[in-house]
């Protein structure tokens, strides 16, 4: 139990005392004034000889002014008299209307209401009656009646008399207080500490589930009220770890009766619990006290495992290659590790204290740690990179991680960094910038020379050519067969080589992006090489569904089509081809296939098609080079290419072209 909780129960039980006092005085002095009333109703009751009604007009002027109701009725309930409080606290007016009690009585206090007037018949009168009555206007109002007999001169009852308090206030007083100690209570009946509080003789005022289970006592807490503590501790001695220590330390308390906070006991089964002692005064006479016990075991064990916890990450924080930094709001440096240190030259007790904003940015960078630092403080994490010179003056790259740092209220009171020395890798960067542009530089040149060798090239095949034309014209129908068919074999090689150098001028420039990059419809693009291609009548070409528009090289996207859709058709050996086109969206890419039902490939040649010279079929129109092309284009647009293929079944071909 805490002090908040303690402090709680006692001002409680202080209010609950002073109440009944209160009400005890309240009733004893009316008690008093009802005996000295009922006193003098003897006396003048002696006087009373023909009626009712006139022996109570001689009471009229004793009770009139009295503060409580007072009503007189006969044996048979009805009213004879009422001062003006009763009046008023029922409602009714006495000399303008007839009233019978029964009308007054509670529903439900019927039966008890005979009951008390079978005693008051019996007994002559009766006391602290208390009970519900209605009003003329049906409220309800609690009541306390005092009553008595009035007798004639023969000793004869003839009717009652009695003094009514309205008691509905106090009432409602006493019913929250009754609440109010009933949820006090139960809080402390349920506590998750153990309670005892036990008066000044050492006998139990209450005590709570929680105790009994801590110390092994197998009986409810409301049995042990009353029950005497003395020896209680020599009981439990056998529970701890230490018996004499608990003798002592119990004995020790109860000697001093000063309070005590967290003195903790270890029990035989390794149960640590934190004992606390309350003494209870009055007027500085000692009453009792309080006794809470709390297991802290669960804590003890937590409070270990995250002192462990600490001093792991405080080495794994100290030894780790990356640069700690933690700052209050104004930037001061409160802590520094290791690493921080060698990276900026400096020692820690040089660092404590410093500005860091100031101590190591460059310059220009300075606004950097202010807007960052801005943003800590706002509660956002961040990342940025600041130049900086360390120590000894020589410039270096810091990648800097910040988070805010909160106080237990959830404030922010500063922040904490990491360091990360990015020079070398930022050096390397501008070294793959220079390499990049060398790079460039040499592809271009490589491109202009390509272009340049292959009109080169082409201009004495082009001679050849004309020539082995000219020599067939001048010469016609005097060379032999075998002659004219070496000629044919020279105009077929020239036409070969002639087409090997268009390809690879056209693989030389497939990697890269020579055109603008822009929008291309390939359901325009399918138009175009249909008028291009030449599709014999037998082979139908089927495109599934409409297909995307993508950005890019439209001359790429038309090789790329062109030369899948030429292999198709050149390696179809069915009476009816079929080539079909297809396309799948993903979130991030178009995945097309390009499908046919010719001769298939063997799948041992899957791995090699996409090589450069390698051809399945050798011939004057196969260089080996149309799917090295379509394999670059696929990588230039960051896509794969793929196939699934069957011998004399067909052949499909899968690429995935990335979007931009």
Known sequence: MSQEQIDILQRALKREKEARRAAEKILEDKSRELYILSEELKVTNSKLEASVSEKTSQLAGVFENIIDAYLVMDLGGNVLKMNDAACELFGYNILEETLNVTSLIYKEDVAYAFESFSELIEKGRFSNYTARVYTKNKGVRWVQINASLIFDANEKPIAA???????????????????????????????????????ENRNIVLTNAKFCEIFKIPVSPEL?????????????????????????????????????????????????????????LKGGTYKGH????RDISLNRKYSKSLEAQKEKYSSIIANMNLGLVEVDNDDKILM?????????????????????????????????????????????????????????GTPKNWLIS?????????????????????????????????????????????????????HDLKSPLRSINALVSWIKMDNEGKFDDPTLQNLKLIEDTLEIMENLISNILEYSSAGSETAASKEVDLNTTMEDLHRLLFVPEHISINILKKLPVVKGDPTKFQQLFQNLMSNAIKFC?????????????????????????????????????????????????????????????????EGNIWLESELGEGTTFFFTIKKQ
């Open 290 to 293: 309080l006794w809470t016990y």
């Open 336 to 392: 520094v590790n290791q690493s921080f240190c060698e990276m900026s030259g400096y020692d820690e007790d040089e660092l404590i204290g410093q500005i860091g904003g100031k101590l190591f940015p460059i310059a220009e960078d300075e606004n950097i740690i202010e807007r960052e630092n801005k943003k800590r403080l706002n509660g956002t994490s961040n990342s940025y990179e600041i130049n900086v010179k360390d120590k000894q």
């Open 402 to 454: 910040g988070a805010p740092n909160y106080n237990l209220d959830g404030e922010v009171i500063g922040s904490i960094g990491i360091h990360l020395d990015i020079t070398e890798l930022k050096n390397l960067e501008k070294q793959k910038e220079k390499i990049l542009e060398k790079l460039e530089k040499s592809n271009n040149e490589l491109y202009e020379y390509a272009h340049i060798v292959s």
């Open 224 to 280: 042990l009220k009353g029950q005497d503590c003395s020896n209680a501790a020599e009981e439990s001695k056998i529970l701890f770890k230490d018996p004499k220590l608990f003798i002592n330390t119990i004995n020790r308390i109860l000697h001093e009766k000063k309070q005590v906070i967290g003195t903790e006991l270890t029990m035989a089964d390794g149960t640590i619990l934190e004992l606390d002692f309350i003494p209870i």
């Open 161 to 199: 008399q009695g003094i009514i308090r309205d008691i509905t206030d106090q009432k409602k007083f006493d019913d929250k207080l009754i609440e109010s100690e009933n949820r006090l209570s139960t809080l402390i009946l349920n506590l998750d500490s153990a309670v005892l509080l036990e008066d």
């Open 573 to 637: 050996d069915k009476d009816n081809g079929i080539v079909e086109i297809d396309v799948v969206e993903e979130p991030s890419f178009y995945q097309f296939s390009v499908r046919d039902n010719g001769i298939g490939i063997d799948k041992k040649f899957h791995d090699r098609i996409f090589k450069i010279f390698h051809s399945l079929n050798k011939s004057k129109e196969s260089t080996g080079i149309g799917l090295s092309i379509v394999k670059k284009i696929v990588d230039l647009y």
